[in-house]
């Protein structure tokens, strides 16, 4: 057992093999902020930190990948993983908020999340930068990341960038506030009976 993940409730853990792919992820929504993250892309890792820490959850991620062709199928097993990881770990959605709408700027940059943990996969991305890289990072990943999130944990995602003019800061604002919506959403309100839907399912 990992020390970060010991009596710690609501987590899952998934793998992943493929022939372009070997995932090990272990995520837990009720944690601290601890992450253990390891794969051959950098600047999703430092994202994935800055979710884990802004949304106070646990993540362990241990990827390998075929990046000597590109970052494309890391990156995407690596949302779809996360995205299995939460819905397992949700359970039965008793008590949960469901929704979150979260604002965080970075420097010049805004960027807005909002959530609703619907069971009904869907993204909504509005975002334009002004640079197509990151260091060797191509930003049209941060949409396959997001989107394959969404679909794997059957959530509703909207994610909108305001504006900002550093590629850097604009993606950092989106992890943070994705963090700091899931926490939000994925909380437990003592007044909610059951699930938060009139259906009576999630």
């Known amino acids: 057992m990992i020390e970060s993940f010991k009596d710690v409730e609501r987590q899952a853990a998934v793998s992943r093999t493929t022939g372009e792919t070997d995932i090990q992820l272990a995520f837990a929504i009720d944690g601290t902020g601890v992450s253990e993250i390891e794969s ?8 994935l930190d800055l979710f884990t820490r802004h949304g106070l959850f646990n993540l362990r991620v241990d990827a390998k990948g075929d990046v000597e062709i590109d970052d494309h199928h890391t990156v995407e097993d690596i949302g779809i993983c996360l995205g299995q990881a939460l819905r397992e770990a949700l359970g039965d959605k008793k008590g949960i908020r469901r929704y979150a709408n979260v604002f965080v700027p970075m ?8 959530i609703d943990i619907s069971n009904r996969p869907h993204l909504e ?50 992890f943070k506030a994705l963090g700091r919506a899931l926490d939000e959403a994925t909380s437990i309100d003592p007044r909610v009976q059951g699930v938060p839907s009139t259906k009576g399912v999630l």
């Open 125 to 174: 991305y509005r975002a334009e930068y002004p640079s197509a890289t990151v260091g060797s990072f191509t930003t049209e990943l941060v949409h396959e990341f997001l989107w394959k999130f969404a679909l794997e944990a059957r959530i509703t995602l909207h994610v909108i960038v305001h504006y900002g003019h550093n590629t850097h800061h604009m993606i950092e604002a989106v």
């Open 107 to 114: 420097d010049e940059a805004l960027a807005q999340v909002a």
């Open 40 to 47: 051959d892309v950098p600047f999703l890792n430092h994202m």
